[in-house]
């Protein structure tokens, strides 16, 4: 290997043992992703090793402590000129995983950490895998999410080497597995503890093993034959879960698969040509903005020092259970506060059931538990750096908590309240040091729901906002920054939304039906359902606060009669709709002769109403964090790009327009064009 020469983004060194490791460390960043530079660099280096005579074997892994690889760089997306030009960057990257492929000495990817998209790619195109076997080493093809497949060779490769059933679920979900399942799977060779790892992957380097091949079955599943009953069968379990409509991009994947399978050259150059068209589709445009608005939540508080150890929670209903228990999963010690111990045993249960779910380890699932600690007499409180109360919706129940916590609590402690709509300038008035009360509002159910509302009332000291960011970090969760005002943002939004699908309820227009029309608009559940989900009480409840403020925001009739006779939703089994072990009793689509777009547009129109009246009254700081705060909130349609940035692309004046129509049509009264216009920063 005679021209050996520096890289930018690669570092070779040779071993006592002839191996010859490749480390990737990507100049600037603090993770490894691909761009046109680190591909440039890597045909180099693929280039040297055609002509290499000197190592037994080769290793490449990631010389940083996050990660073997993310997957491309996303801002190429939006510098692509056209389409023959993201084609042409596809087919030079399948080029250069086709030649790592080919080559005599054996390439190993030892992966530590995330590999994902196209570093899975670049692992897949080695000849062994092997990977660190926690829970923090994921693997998966995720480019769905971002409205596009994978384009460098995983849509060919994968179901090559382990079958199109168990390929198409990891690309068409856009899901990842650690790399115990992987190797389970068939797609990793071998996943060991990370002091095993160097050892594993020299045997795999210089021992040259028997590549891993797909089974018989697996070679089966993708013969023409089995392509054509398969995919009917795929294709119908994958609308179940997303329209085409919205997401093509995985159809794309399954066309492709079935007309031209995973042999020869033409499976690559149609995965790259489909790929590279949908860079410039609407879907993927809006779903790389809202990987953008994550990534923008993700760094708020970075700049804040802040390690809490031990968080106290008061109160073990489920929404205190919950947050106590998903912080005990993050590594913090936990108590748990209530009144008697009957009342924190089901939060106990809850919690070892997400941990059995989550972790499978029985080791594992003993630690966390282990942290979880219950404590009816409170006695965690001097102890603990967080203190979050997460009781019933009651201010004068919670002054009350707060002017016990506040004598007991160190004076370095966070005062947080889980409150899901009342001010904290109501709150805090019995403080004695109201700056250090912040509202940190996890939503339901607290293990799936990445957005945490961090609330600022007037008097909260800026430092104690930035500590509530920083925690909510700790937790793996997006922090959204609002201001204290009567249902902060989600709910304030959120509700009206669903006070106006009751109210056509009662003008006739059946839930299965208003249901669908917005599912069909792209959201995860109907409103109806949402509110049989949420609980009917608790949207009760959050309504008639939320009257207090805003007159206009009328209660209907239904929902209070409901309420009054028990029928609370999902957790009582009867509520809209019935329910049968916590599962909905489906029932027959009903005939309704109007459009569906009709229903979406009102109940939209409500949304966008109340969104813009947040936006004028500053509870976010602007239209990116209002749309960031109602995707990962409440669901709203991804591909649509966030509620004010879909009112952008229909026009607002348009939207405006039709709305002052449907609301005068029903007797009310729009507010003016000024509050949707002016707050609409370019």
């Known amino acids: 290997m005679s021209r050996m020469q520096t890289y930018k983004h690669w570092r070779l060194e040779t071993g006592v043992d002839e191996i010859l490791w490749i480390y990737f ?49 996303i801002s190429q997306f939006n510098q692509f000129k056209d389409i023959d030009e993201a084609v042409s960057l596809l087919q030079r ?39 660190e076997d926690g829970p923090k080493t994921r693997l998966g093809l995720p480019e769905v999410k971002l409205g596009i497949h994978p384009g460098w060779g995983g849509t060919v490769r994968l179901p090559r080497l382990i079958g199109a059933p168990q390929a198409m679920n990891l690309i068409l979900s856009g899901g990842t597995v650690t790399g115990k399942v992987a190797a389970k799977i068939g797609f990793v060779d071998a996943a060991v503890p990370k002091r095993h790892l160097v050892t594993a992957a020299k045997y795999y380097a210089t021992q040259k093993p028997k590549r891993h091949q797909a089974t018989f079955i697996q070679n089966l599943t993708n013969s023409t034959v089995m392509r054509r009953i398969l995919m009917q069968f795929m294709r119908k379990q994958l609308r179940a879960k997303a329209n085409p409509e919205h997401y093509p991009a995985p159809y794309h994947v399954l066309d492709n698969w079935e007309r031209f399978g995973v042999k020869g050259a033409e499976p690559f150059a149609r995965e790259a040509r489909d790929c590279g068209k949908l860079f410039f589709s609407e879907t993927s445009q809006n779903l790389v903005r809202v990987f953008y608005l994550q990534e923008r939540l993700k760094g ?93 919706e009651d201010l004068t129940a919670k002054q009350e908590t707060f002017k016990k916590v506040e004598r007991l609590a160190k004076p370095t402690a966070i005062l947080a309240t889980n409150t899901s709509s009342i001010p904290l300038d109501d709150i805090n008035t019995v403080l004695q040091t109201p700056e250090r009360l912040v509202g940190i509002h996890f939503f339901n159910p607290v293990s799936k729901m990445l ?36 249902g902060f943002l989600v709910n304030r939004i959120l509700m009206p939304y669903l006070l106006e699908a009751v109210d056509m309820l009662d003008e006739g227009v059946p839930a299965p039906v208003i249901d669908k029309a917005m599912t069909d608009f792209g959201m995860p559940m109907g409103p109806i359902a949402l509110g049989d989900a949420v609980g009917l009480d608790i949207c009760l409840s959050v309504a008639k606060h939320l009257n207090q403020y805003f007159p206009n925001m009328t209660i209907p009739p239904r929902l209070v009669s409901l309420v009054e006779k028990g029928k609370l939703g999902r957790k009582t089994g009867s509520g809209f709709y019935q329910y049968k072990n916590g599962k909905m009793v489906k029932p027959a689509m009903p005939t309704y002769s109007k ?12 949304m966008l109403n109340e969104a813009f009246a947040c936006l004028s009254e500053g509870v976010v700081a602007d239209s990116d964090l209002l749309d960031a705060g109602m995707i990962f909130g409440t669901g709203f349609a991804p591909f649509r790009g966030g509620p004010i940035h879909y009112a952008k692309s229909q026009g607002i004046h348009e939207l405006y327009e039709q709305f002052v129509k449907q609301t005068q049509a029903r007797g009310g009264k729009a507010q003016s064009l000024k509050e949707w216009d002016t707050t609409t920063e370019a």
């Open 93 to 131: 990257g399948q080029a250069i995983y086709s030649r790592i492929e080919a080559l005599k000495i054996p390439v190993v990817a030892m992966i530590d950490g995330f590999c994902v998209g196209g570093g899975l790619e670049l692992a897949l195109a080695c000849h062994y895998r092997v990977a």
């Open 595 to 606: 459009p569906l777009k009709e229903i979406s547009d009102r109940l939209i129109l409500c």
């Open 451 to 486: 957005l945490v509302e961090v609330v600022k009332g007037n008097r909260t000291d800026p430092l104690i906002v930035d500590k509530a960011i920083s925690f909510v970090r700790s937790l793996d969760r997006l922090p959204l920054p609002v201001k204290s005002s009567p």
């Open 300 to 392: 708020l508080g970075n700049d804040t020092r802040f390690a809490p150890q031990h968080v106290h929670v008061i109160g073990a209903g489920t929404m205190g259970g919950d947050i106590a228990a998903w912080c005990a999963f993050q590594g913090m010690t936990v108590t748990l506060q209530d009144r008697e111990p009957k009342f924190i045993a089901p939060a106990i249960k809850r919690a070892f059931a997400l941990c059995k779910a989550k972790l499978k380890e029985p080791y594992l699932i003993q630690r966390v538990m282990d942290r979880l600690i219950p404590d009816v007499e409170g006695y965690g409180i001097p102890k603990a750096d967080v203190i979050i109360e997460a009781i019933y």
């Open 25 to 73: 460390d990507k100049k600037d960043s603090k993770v490894n992703t691909m761009d046109r530079e680190v591909m440039e660099e890597l045909s180099s280096i693929i280039d040297l090793l055609s002509e290499d005579k000197d190592h037994k074997g080769v290793i490449i892994a990631s010389a940083k402590k996050t990660g073997f690889i993310a997957g491309a760089d």
